[in-house]
């Protein structure tokens, strides 16, 4: 285990197992329908998760990215900047968002009136966790890896200062790293 977490909350071999699970729902829920879904993935967080995530879909999907962050040191906290938009046109198409964790809930509600804007017909979301203590707005994803307390986690894509994504584990971060 990495010097700086306190203790692993889910072992890697969790992480597959789930992945494994959440991509058969998806495929079965999927599978009739018409057009294949597009999978927006939120960078950089999501990119371990997407990747397990997708051997387990027996679909003929595609994959995008997006990159936004939030307005520093205005009010209007839901608001969000475009770091890097979508390759391609959504209109008409399914999207099914890809993230690493649901905390406030604030991207995820921005990023998904987002896709509706730009043409999309459904947006799901799916999360690798979901820390609902933390939830700011009204907002579930509708495929849930693991719901977790509210403590500062890293690994499997989540970072502390871009640090740490790379474990294979989702631990908790020693508080004296950020206290
Ligand atoms: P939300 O808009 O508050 O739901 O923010 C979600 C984003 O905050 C995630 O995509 C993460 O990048 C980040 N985040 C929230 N909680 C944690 C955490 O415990 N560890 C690392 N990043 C986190």
Redesign the pocket.
Known sequence: MHQSVKNILVTHEQIVARSKELGEQITNEYKNHENKPLLVA?LK??VPFLAELIKHIDLDIEYDFMDVS?YEGTESIGDIRIIKDLDRSIKNTEIILV???????????TVKKLMVQKGASDVKVVTL?D?PD?R?VDITAEYVGFVIPN????GFG???DQKFRNLPYVGV?KEEFYK
């Open positions: 939120l967080g999501s939030s993230e690493d964790i649901v905390d406030t809930g604030r991207t995820l509600e966790l820390k933390r700011v403590e500062f986690v890293i989540l970072d502390f971060l």
